[in-house]
């Protein structure tokens, strides 16, 4: 079986520090391949170094998952399920040895709440889940009935301890050098040992010839700052000798004992061999040391030194059972048990023989694996929780005061009245048409957002539906059937139900909200989109309501509960974030109600489909119900990339024949497309100055500035189809810094068989592989070369687009339409 493993950082090495995390998967890994299993890894490369089986973000892991396509996915750190695609067809399962919401109790205990709620979203992505011992996995059942598994039928928490291969017996005699006490790590909030230090110095004290030495190992996590941002992973760091050491002062740690700083593994095992007697687990107790794994107690264990240990940690069963060591309740046990070790070095001898044995007979790789072994036999995914039903139980109301009553009957009424008008009847017949409810600005269809509702409306409309489109336009609404565009006048009466259109943009534009996208938001100042919604919807006995951005999806339910249409959300960014990025001059209080109101409307619809995972999982993690989310990409029109290739471009411009002519499309009037050419004339074409051919970008699209910031930039203006413009350049440069959604001009250039070379950020949202269907990358020395490497090579450009056509193929409109519909039969006995 092909597993892929997902962990937070590279393979172990053992000429550097380790983290406790890289030995639990190294160990996993091992019994894994020793199984018979083929191991396949790839990290999240937080130093985004360019190693092939690193990632640097969800769509670079998307594109692994999908070119690999293993068996089953192990993923060693639960914050990384937050990268996973949704609905994979694997199964998954995540490595959840550390009690992460208890130690977050004590780093931040008013986080605790967010972080549950956030460890209940990333788990239901997942399949089955690993725990260290059997207390931790009795601590998760409730968080795992909140995330949706179905504990009747199974239970996906597998026992999978801390595991090691014995490394050997101390080699040093504690009767001729003296007695060495190891402890410490990275000093977490939940471990204080200070009085435990203290009863060993007092010891020291009291017979200074005798005493025994105590090496307090720290040094800071290797992944705090990503902690602090709450991306890092949870793990311990391993220490070791540094060759010097130095005596602390009161505070921190008791004075008088020697700490050292972090070394490389192998230098820490070798100083647990060589010098080391006796390993320390103590602490006080609190609620996450009863529940923890130490990877620093096995590794002492696994060296040969007993263990003292607290009474209370899981693994003190262990220990008194092997006799690996000692165990005790609190620090005033400390010293009488170190005095009576130290009179009797025989039973230290026979305690160091049985730590190993404990390790061989219960924490070998081969045998705490066994339960993850027994389930890859037959791997499945998690059987989840069946949705709630409507409440259905009697209940007594009360009256509300006879004012509140005749208005809320005056509702009743009028609600009524409008179904009488506007819901079609039975003899209409099935209600399997859909109606749009969207922004007017879609004819010519010359920018992003025209292109994917137009041809969204025609796709649709080519499996059997009729789809119309409604906006604020006071006249006409426009009918999709078979593929071709009607437009349909609206009768005038409806007019008067409404303010002047003029009149309402007036009002409305003057709203506390960003004017350059307050025409985003125009549904929750005009009302006539609902009246529209409704006529229209009667004339098509649409079945689904359909809202194109979120606030369109206001009219949308309003009708709802006239017409009983469910209601589907599009949403081609996460609208609040984006304009949290774009416009400067949003307020925190703006920002924080455009979030309200647009978590508000996808919660209240019946369906939301995001344009990627990205988005998906924003709005997951701020609020969004799980179950509504979906994820649906942008599409292409086969038809209009088999035209042919406009040859006339340089004849046009004024270009030279042997110009290297670079194509880039978009609305400019948007500001990362904006800024996109800023970053073409001011950093990358100076950079292409010096080539041996000149570099000309063919920037195609509406809104083009009054003037070009440099002389190779030439602009088309509006055009009626893009995919000729695109086949008579050279190549694709896709330099955007900022941006929402997922990228529309990527999937035309890739239909247009012309190679692309972008930004993360400009690639964001389509999972493609790094050099294979595009090239990736974030440095503009690095992009500049990689344009004159394609723009020399025909064959690099070849293998670069046919695999970007590939990639493309099935991302038709007509193809993309048929998951829309999927979604509709999900919430409405629609035939598909």
Known sequence: ????????????????????????????????????HTILQTWLDKQKSSHPDAFHNRDELHATIKRLHPDVILVSYWELLELLPFELPQAVIVDFVAPRPLEKLFEHPALVGPELQRLQRALSKCDVLLCGNHKQRDLLWYTLLQAGFDLRSNEPVLVVPLAAEPAGRPESDPRTSGWTLVSGGVHWPWRKSELYWQAIQDLKDDQESKAPRLI???????????????TGNRSEDWPGPAGTHRETTPGHKAPGYQTQELVPYSHFSRFLLESAHIGLEVAQSNIERKFSQSFRSLEFLRHGLPLICNDYLPLARLVKQYEAGWTIQGPQDLSKLLQQIMNNPDEWESRSKNALRLVEDELCPDKACKPLLNWLEMPAKAA??????????????????????IKRQARLLRR?????????????????????????????????????????????????????????????????????????????????????????????????????????????????????????????????????????????????EILNTPVVLVEHNVEYARLKAQVAELSAAQFRNLQAIEINLCNRSDAVICVSD??????????????????????????????PAMHSIRQDFDLPDNAVLIAFHGTFSYPPNCDALQVFAEILLPQLANCPYPFHLIAIGRNPPSESMHTNIHFTGSVDEVSPWLKGCDLAVIPLREGGGTRMKIIDCFAAGLPVISTSKGIEGIPVVNGREAIITDDWLSM???????????????????????????????????????????????PK
């Open 416 to 560: 009524f009245g409008l179904r009488q008008i506007f819901q079609p009847g039975p003899e209409s017949g099935p209600r399997n048409n859909i109606l749009i409810v969207t922004r007017s600005d879609l004819f010519p269809d010359d920018h992003g957002a025209a292109v994917k509702i137009v041809e969204t409306a025609r796709g649709l409309s080519q499996h059997g539906r009729r789809v119309g489109i409604v906006s604020d336009d006071r006249k006409y609404w426009w009918l999709f059937d078979n593929g071709h565009k009607q437009r349909c006048r609206l009768p005038f009466w409806l007019r008067l139900l409404s303010l002047p259109r003029s009149l309402t943009r007036l009002l409305h534009f003057s709203k506390d909200i960003p004017e350059s996208n307050s025409f985003l938001y125009l549904p929750l100042s005009d009302n006539s989109f609902f009246w529209h919604c409704l006529y229209a919807a009667k004339q098509l006995n649409a079945g689904i309501l359909q809202a194109e951005f979120p606030a369109y999806a206001k009219p949308c339910i309003e009708a709802r």
């Open 614 to 643: 990205n988005d998906r999982q924003q709005l997951l993690g701020d609020g969004v119900k799980p179950a509504l989310l979906h994820t649906i990409p942008h599409g292409f029109k086969p038809a209009n990339h088999q035209r």
């Open 384 to 405: 989840r929780l069946p949705l709630a039903p409507q409440q259905t139980t009697s209940i007594t109301l009360g009256k509300p005061p006879w004012p509140k009553r």
């Open 1 to 36: 079986m092909q597993i892929l493993l997902i962990t937070q950082e590279s393979p172990l090495a053992t000429d550097v520090v380790a983290t406790g995390n890289a030995i639990r998967t190294a160990q996993l890994e091992s019994a894994l391949r020793r199984a018979g």
């Open 784 to 830: 500049s070369n990689e344009i004159m490497k394609l723009a020399e090579s025909k064959k690099y450009r070849h293998e670069l687009s046919a695999a970007a056509l590939d990639f493309a193929a099935e991302m038709d409109w007509k193809s993309i339409c048929s998951r829309y519909l999927n979604i509709f039969s999900a919430i409405q006995r629609i």
């Open 216 to 230: 307090l190992f720290g040094g800071q996590y290797r992944w705090q700052e990503a902690r602090e941002d709450q």
